[in-house]
């Protein structure tokens, strides 16, 4: 077999085999049929821009490039992040992944893109021979069916349609999260595969014990834990973090369920009350 890998944007048809070539790892228990229309129906999915390669007109490589913005340190840059990165079995071994993500790293660098992470699902070393660095990648639960160790929650979490809050929910996330060095800065487009991505999911609004918004939650449930999805809060304090947890705890051991946890910074509060671990999916580097 050639190692002439031509690398292009997929076409239709290529997409398809794309995603029918990932179906042995990212299936999820679903036919083979299923899994392909679920992956070309996928908000997250549909907003990307496919990229495969191919030895005698056969995909054997593929990978997504999802447009994001990035606000570094005030800066705001244009980006895609990689993911998606799959080769078939039969010819592993011959560089071709890398191949293609240094391909469409340049392809999308003549388009003006300024950076780009990649999320990962295999050892981390094998990405940073291509350059991208580790970044700090965690998850943590913690059992609720007790309640959190320490005082009790004084906020609480109340559920609302996101139709009647969006402008606010956009500004709090702009405001806590783009206080950070490094953060996504999330345009009316994203917002709009974000909501439908997880329009089966729940926004919580923090309130403090006056009634006043303290920030936001949205929470998944899964089986008896209660995944948080995403959240943004009125300050970065170390005091209000702690609350938006207990007041997660308490709604959630209200509603049945025994655990709470996700994808988690590393800090003092969280791992005061959770368990951290390296995340083991969707490893992020840049």
Not at 19 to 37: A, M, P
Not at 46 to 71: I, M, N
Not at 155 to 179: C, D, M, N, S, W
Request: with cysteine; aromatic share 10%.
């Amino acid at each position: 077999m050639t190692d002439e890998l031509a690398i292009h944007p997929a076409s239709p048809d290529e997409l398809v085999a794309a995603h029918r070539n990932v179906f042995d790892i990212w299936s999820k228990g679903r036919s083979l049929e299923d899994h392909i229309q679920h992956r070309l129906k996928s908000p997250t999915h549909r907003r990307a821009e496919w990229f495969v390669g191919c030895l005698d007109h056969r995909v054997v490589t593929s990978l997504a490039a999802h447009p994001v913005q990035f606000l570094v340190r005030g800066e705001l840059l244009s980006g895609i992040a990689i993911g998606s990165v799959y080769t078939t079995q039969e010819v592993r071994g011959r560089g071709f992944a890398p191949r293609l993500i240094d391909w469409v790293e340049k392809h999308k660098r003549q388009q003006g893109t300024d950076m780009s992470v990649l999320y990962s699902d295999v050892d981390p070393d094998y990405y940073a021979r291509l350059g991208y660095v580790l970044c700090p990648s965690w998850e943590g639960y913690s059992s609720v069916k007790g309640g959190l160790a320490g005082d009790a929650a004084t906020h609480r979490l109340v559920p609302f349609a996101i139709e009647e809050r969006l402008p606010l929910v956009k500004q709090t996330y702009a405001a806590y999260h783009g206080a950070m060095p490094l953060s996504v800065a999330r345009n009316g487009e994203y917002w709009r595969m974000m909501l439908e991505k997880f329009s089966a999911d729940t926004f919580y609004a923090l309130e403090a014990p006056d009634g006043s918004w303290a920030g936001y939650v949205l929470v998944g449930p899964q089986d008896e834990t209660w995944r948080i999805i995403d959240y943004a809060l009125a300050d970065r304090s170390e005091a209000l973090a702690d609350q938006m947890y207990r007041a997660l705890a308490a709604a959630a051991r209200t509603a049945g369920a025994g655990c709470i946890g996700g994808w988690l910074p590393d800090n003092r509060v969280t791992r005061s009350l959770f368990t951290l671990i390296p995340r083991q999916a969707e490893i992020t580097m840049i």
